[in-house]
C-alpha cells in the first residue's frame, strides 16, 4: 500500500461531496432573494420571505460550502503536510454525518423562524450546541494528526489550520452564551451595547477565522501544488500570518462607529483595521512574487487563473475593508448597498474561487482520474468571475448613489430626498445584481456538471482495474 491510499481520503470524498450540495443551495436561495428584492411579489409569506431566506442563505453558504469546504481539505492538506494518517477516520465519518445533520437542522429551524438574530450567529441553543460538538470532533481529529505527524517542518498553511481550530471555538462560545427559556428559544448573556460589542467582535472575526484563515490556508498549499513552483517566501508567510491573527482581533468594533459604544474602543478598531492592510497584502504578494515567471500559466493553466483571481480579490477585499472602517467614509456607505458588495466580492471572488481550485486538483486525484473537461472549468472560471464583478460592481456604485441621496441636505437642513426616493432609484441596480447571480449561478452549474462527468469516469476506471 503506498501512502496515498493509506490516507482517510474516503472522509475528504463525503465532505466534498456536500460541501457542493449546500454551496448549491445557498447559492439558490441566494439568487432567489436577490429577485425578491428586485420584485417584491416573489415574497410569499410566511416561509418563502426575505426574512426566513436570507439566514438559510448566509449559514448554508458560510458552514454548508465554506466550513465543510474547509474541513475536507484541512483533513486533506493535514495527512499529507504531516505525511500522517487521520488519526480517526472513525472519528471524521462520525463529523461528516454530524455536520450534515447540523446543517440541515439549521435550514428547518430558521426557515420556522427560530432565530437569535444576532448576525452569523442566528442559531438557536440546541442547534448551537450541534455546533460546539462536531467542531470539538473536528478540532481533536486535526490536533491529533499533527501532534502524531512524521514531518517536523510546520508548512505555513499548518498554522493558518490550528488558527481556525482555536479561533472559531473562542468565538463561537463566547458570543453565544445565552439563556434559554424554552427549547426554541434563548436570550443572549450580553444586554445593550455590550451585546452589540461583543456581537461584532464574533462577526468580524468570523470573517477572519472562517472566510481568512482557511482559504489562505488553502491557498498556500494548493498554489505550489498546481503551479509547480513553491512560495515565494515562507517566512514572509508566518510573519504575516502572526500579525495577521494580532490585528484581526481589534477589528470588530468598526461595525459599530457612530454608535453608543465607546469612542475609543471605535477608534481602537479602525487603526487595527487600517494597519491590517500589510498583513494580507503580505499574503497577495507572496501570491505574486510566487508566479514570476511563471505569469504565463495565467494562459495554459486554469487552477492558476481560479488561486491568482481569489487572491486578488482577498487584496481588494482588504483594501475596501480598512476604508470602511474609517469613520467619514462609514458615515457615508454604511446601510448601504455597497456592504453587500463588498461582502460578496469576498465570497465569490476570493473564498469561492479558492475552493473551486482545491475542489479541481484534489478531486481527479481523489477518484485516481484526469479532469473531465479543462475547456469547461475555464469556462466556469470565466462566468464565475463575469457573474461576481457585475454584482459587486453593481452594488458599489448602488451604493455610492444610495448614500449621497441620504446624505443629500436642502439649504435650511431638511432632507433632500425621502427614503422612498432613494429606494426607487436602487431598482435598476437591484436587477443587475439579479442577472450577475443568475450568470454565477449557471458557472455552478457547468462546475457541477464538470464534477459529476470526472467521479464518474474516475469510479468507471476504478471498476474496470477492479
Known sequence: MNQQEGYADEVVKGFITWSIVWGTV???????????????QLNVPPYLTYGRLRPIHTNAGIFGWGIGS???????MTQRLCKTRLWSP???RIQLWLFNITIATAAVTLLLGMNRSKEYAELEWPVALMVVVLWVIFAVNIVMTIVKRREEQMYITLWYVLATLVGVAILYLVNNAGIPVSLTKSYSA???????????????NAVAMVLTTPPLAIFYYFLPKATGVPIYSHRMGVIAFWSLIFMYLWTGAHHLLWTPVPDWVQTLAMAFSIMLIAPSWAAVFNGYYSMEDQWHQMRDNYLTKFLIFGITFYGIQTLQGPAQAVRTFSAFIHYTDWVPGHVHMGALGWVSLVIFAAIYYSLPKLYHTEIYSVPLANLHFWLAVTGQLIFSISMW??????GAMLNA???????????METVVELYPYWYMRAFGGVVYFASMLV????????????KAGAAQTA
Not at 70 to 76: C, E, K, S
Not at 190 to 204: E, F, K, L, P, S
Not at 447 to 458: D, E
Request: proline residues 3%; glycine residues 12%; aromatic residues 20%.
Open 90 to 92: 472513525g472519528l471524521g
Open 409 to 419: 441636505t436642502n439649504p435650511d437642513g431638511s432632507l433632500h430626498y425621502s427614503f
Open 70 to 76: 474547509f474541513m475536507a481539505f484541512f483533513i486533506y
Open 397 to 402: 456604485i448602488a451604493g455610492v448613489q444610495q
Open 447 to 458: 462546475f457541477l456538471y464538470n464534477m459529476y462527468k470526472t467521479i464518474a469516469r474516475g
Open 190 to 204: 450580553y444586554a445593550g451595547a455590550n451585546d452589540a460589542n461583543v456581537q461584532w467582535w464574533y462577526g468580524h
Open 26 to 40: 445557498a447559492m439558490l436561495v441566494g439568487l432567489l432573494i436577490s429577485l425578491q428584492i428586485a420584485f417584491p
